[in-house]
């Protein structure tokens, strides 16, 4: 084993960084793993909403603070794909491609990603049209009329950085009323260049060697329509990251890591924080409370050892 810690985080978005943050702090010997960049969802944010709340900062400037942070505090940041997880005698073993490492503690904040549509054209144009950063891509699509699908705060959010830049974007939901924060449906209801399609669904994105079009489903009348559009942005919700979690966690239905209050897993000894977990609000800022209040939980844990 190449090393022992008190506390292996598994994760850099912003939960991890944060938990790692606090129990080194607190004296712990902590490392973080991230097998992709530093910073998880939040890293395609430009404006991130209500978190910090003295003011307003990107997704990578935040992380990056965190990361300096860490460094500080004495975080091992460690840049492997973990691979499995493993209890025995008392501590973790986690396995990376070439090597294992030590973990008296683990927390598991590997967060969520995108889900896709899951409809033809999804993939084929991913790049030319289809993209999952409006905050990235935004002004490729300056004054095309570009299709949102979604009516959670992602798809919301997006919209509205969408419309900085394009004629005109559409908001295709397939229900008939938001699912999003009161003041981004505000916020979308008072912006001219987004009109909302309700009760639709996309059925398939069409083009030729750029995205031109979609083919949307009104639930209604069950008529489709072919609508012209030069970008799809998919924002229909997320699935947790949990590949390397042990299959001996409990989960709930949709595949989420189901704690306690304290944040522990069915696994004592691993607790799971942020977006991965089972009845996080989505919101940042519990986010960061959940993951302060993990880093003072795998503290008191470790000193009645
Ligand atoms: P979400 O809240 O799960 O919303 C997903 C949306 O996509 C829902 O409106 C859903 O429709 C729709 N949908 C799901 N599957 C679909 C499909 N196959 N085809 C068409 N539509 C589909 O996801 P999210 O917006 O990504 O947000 C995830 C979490 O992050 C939430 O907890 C959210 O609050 C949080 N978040 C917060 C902020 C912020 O604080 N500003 C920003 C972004 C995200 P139905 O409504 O009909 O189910």
């Not at 994760?11 to 129990?23: M, S």
């Not at 908001?171 to 924060?181: E, K, P, S």
């Not at 997320?238 to 304290?262: F, H, K, M, Q």
């Amino acid at each position: 084993m190449t090393q022992t810690y008190d506390l292996i985080v598994i994760g850099e978005g912003i939960t991890g960084l944060t938990a790692a943050n606090h129990a080194a702090r607190q004296g712990l010997a902590v490392a973080t793993f991230e097998a992709e960049l530093f910073g998880g969802l939040v890293i395609n944010v430009n404006e991130l909403d209500g978190y910090p709340e003295d003011r307003v900062t990107s997704g990578t400037d935040l992380a990056s603070e965190l990361m300096q942070a860490n460094a500080e505090a004495g975080v091992a940041s460690i840049q492997e794909e973990v691979t499995s997880i493993r209890a025995g005698g008392g501590a973790f073993e986690v396995a990376t491609a070439g090597r294992s490492y030590g973990a008296r503690q683990v927390v598991v904040a590997s967060g969520a990603r995108l889900k896709k549509l899951g409809i033809p054209g999804e993939d084929e144009f991913e790049g030319r049209g289809v993209s999952r950063c409006a905050d990235c891509d935004a002004p490729l699509f300056q004054n095309e009329e570009v299709v949102v699908v979604g009516g959670g705060d992602s798809a919301l959010q997006e919209a509205l950085v969408l419309a900085k830049f394009c004629r005109k974007v559409r908001l295709i939901h397939r229900g008939d009323r938001f699912r999003a924060q009161r003041h981004l449906a505000e916020q979308v209801g008072a912006d001219p260049r987004i009109s909302n399609m309700w009760n639709t669904t996309v059925e398939a994105i069409l083009g030729g060697k750029m995205v031109e079009k979609v083919r949307v489903k009104h639930a209604g009348d069950g008529k489709t329509e072919e609508i012209a559009c030069a970008g799809v942005f998919a924002y229909v919700g997320l699935a947790p990251n949990t590949a390397v979690v042990p299959s001996g966690i409990a989960r709930d239905e949709r595949g989420y890591l189901v704690t306690n209050d304290a944040f522990e897993t069915s696994i004592a000894g691993i607790w799971s924080v942020g977006a991965v977990r089972a009845r996080y609000s989505g919101l940042l800022r519990d986010a960061v409370v959940e993951a302060k209040r993990v880093a003072e939980a795998v503290r008191n844990r470790l000193a009645l050892d």
